[in-house]
């Protein structure tokens, strides 16, 4: 009778959960690799002008697009603050990521500017009642970013 045995150290196998397990505690790393990540994802979507999704942001509307005094060609640049305001920061096990501009809120998800203390606004040098901004979605990842940031998690856990 014939018999085969298999021995298998699970020594090595606990070991390199071990090291997996103290990559996880300490993820400032792999942050840091994700949030140039996000800022190098962003940077690309602004020079694409579209949302996560691939979509192209909606035109300007003409007058204001004659109005701008500068970047006529691109949405939602004029001075470029919203784009150079990205950033990150960990806090805890959380990695935080947007712009702390207040209007960035309303590009992403847009809406209706009225006037606070005066009849009109003044936009372009044209008196308005309001503003309509349309969604333009600028700020989130794709199912691609997805995969891409998974990748940079694997590769973390690989160098583990």
Do not use: C
């Amino acid at each position: 009778m014939a018999s085969v045995n298999i021995e298998f150290n699970i020594q090595d196998a606990l070991d390199a959960l071990i090291t997996i397990e103290s990559s996880l505690d300490d993820t400032k790393e792999l942050f840091n690799h994700i949030g140039e990540t996000l800022l190098d994802i962003h940077e690309a979507r602004f020079n694409a002008q579209e949302s996560p999704d691939g979509v192209p942001w909606q035109a300007l509307s003409p007058w204001y697009q004659q109005s701008k005094p500068k970047q006529q060609d691109k949405i939602l640049t004029l001075d470029g603050n919203l784009r150079s305001t990205l950033h990150w920061q960990i806090e805890g096990n959380t990695l935080l990521f947007g712009t702390n501009l207040m209007y960035g809120a309303i590009h992403q998800f847009g809406g209706i500017i009225k006037p606070v203390s005066a009849n009109a606004l003044n936009v372009g040098g044209r008196p308005v009642k309001q503003v309509v901004i349309p969604a333009r979605p600028w700020l989130g990842i794709s199912a691609q970013d997805k995969l891409l940031l998974v990748d940079i998690v694997r590769e973390h856990l690989g160098f583990a």
